[in-house]
């Protein structure tokens, strides 16, 4: 079912927009980071600064990243700042089950700021209980580590999962860390099926180069959470939190010449019901 062109999902075949849908999981062997999955949609340029996402925004068909909205499971993750940031994704690719990118203005639905195209990542716990584990090791000191525990129930399904991702850099201040946890839970109740995510994303990574002859260095956060919920047939209720922190210091040997620390948070509450 696709969801991001329309607010009532509708298959590919009836919808009347531009939707690509790339599947994760079947590719889970073939990709390596959710910003190596995005590669795969030409349509997509992923403006990164460096390797595994570092400071790295998204363009579709030649908009700017502020016309380029990112959801998560249908609830925005746009920083409200500057909009820059956009491919910092809390949850690690394993949590993910697929990407819809609707290419074209979206404005109709998501306001001003999907001019480009809005791309919908979607998480879901596994249909079974199983648990994977993954290692890399790699030149420049790459160093990585992910997991993912994956519990499914009739009423009740829940996936935990916590990725690593470590380089030295090809050359002194060029080193990133990546660091996602995130909890997927998806309940069935009476009214309806509902969800609940929590995520979080710490990015520290040497800037050497990116803002002029200084050896900088900066470390971007993310916490996320978002619950949704169905209220009969016709009626979902949706919530969700994010805050955004960034920490810029011009000289990384002299931290006490230029630091600048700022951080936004922003909410979002929607109600949606439908009727024929």
Partial sequence: MVVT???EPMSLEELDRAVRVLPVRSQSLTVNTLVDLLKLDPSLDLEERAPGGVQADLSIRGASFGQTLVLLNG???????TGHHSMDIPVPLESVDRVEVLRGSGSTLYGSDA???VVNIITEPPQVTEFRLRTALGSDGINQQRAA???AGKKVSEQISFARDFSSGFQPDRDYRNLQFASVTRLAT????GSLNLAYMDHPFGADQ???NFNSWEDTKTWFAGVQQALGAKTSVSFSFRRHS????????RPDVFANHHADESYQLAVRRREE
Avoid: A, C
């Fill in 75 to 81: 609830m925005r993750l746009n920083d409200p700042q």
């Fill in 115 to 117: 001019v480009g195209g």
């Fill in 190 to 193: 009476d009214f309806g099926n």
């Fill in 149 to 151: 525990l994956g519990i």
């Fill in 246 to 253: 960034d920490l810029f210091v011009l000289y990384r040997d």
């Fill in 5 to 7: 062109g329309t607010f």
């Fill in 210 to 212: 990116f803002y002029g």
